[in-house]
């Protein structure tokens, strides 16, 4: 795949072929992407726990899905992601992780995409919840969550005048239109 269809490709998906198992040395691979990033001033405070197939269950009750479909609770059973990469970062290296989180999470979202798989990055958790579930110590904190699997979802990148709504949504046979604004709107100065 080229990088842009990639990139493309790369868009949150919520429903998944649950019963499609992720094996450990794929997930150990999307952290070994991760662990290249950049980082501010090199600090490397990201670290990370890997959920697996048989611990998915734990992980899924704390987590908050797509808060502008009002109607939909989530991914049911058997549409649920079969892995999970929480990433936290480490108090004692740095209190106050500012943007590596979001370049970790991008990078292995990449990652899996590149390998037909699929996810969704979530800041929408209960991070005591979370924490107690995996028994992930107070050195920690949690930042992100990155849902992962094989998508059972059709997502349709639809290009947006100024001024539309920016909100996701789907349709009556369940395609999930997430709208992006155009370059042209993008960029502040004029490209001659
Ligand atoms: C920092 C961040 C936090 C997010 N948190 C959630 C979340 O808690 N729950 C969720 O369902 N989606 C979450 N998302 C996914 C966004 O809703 C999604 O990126 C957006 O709707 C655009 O869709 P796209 O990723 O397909 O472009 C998050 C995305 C980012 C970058």
New binding site residues.
Partial sequence: MKFHEIVRK?????RFYEDKEIPQLTLLKLVDNARLIPSAQNLQPLKYYIVEYDQRNLAFPH??????LKDWD?PIEGERPSAYIIIVSDKKISPNVMWDH?IA??TILLGAVSKEMGG??????NSDGLASAFNISDDYKIE??VALGFPKEN?I?KEIENGEDIK?YRDSEGN?Y?P?RKLADIIINKCK
């Fill in positions: 790369s868009r949150s998906y919520r987590l908050k899905w797509a808060g502008y989530g979001g999470a991008q969704c990055i979530i800041r929408s958790f992100l969550v997502v990148v996701y999930h997430v992006k």
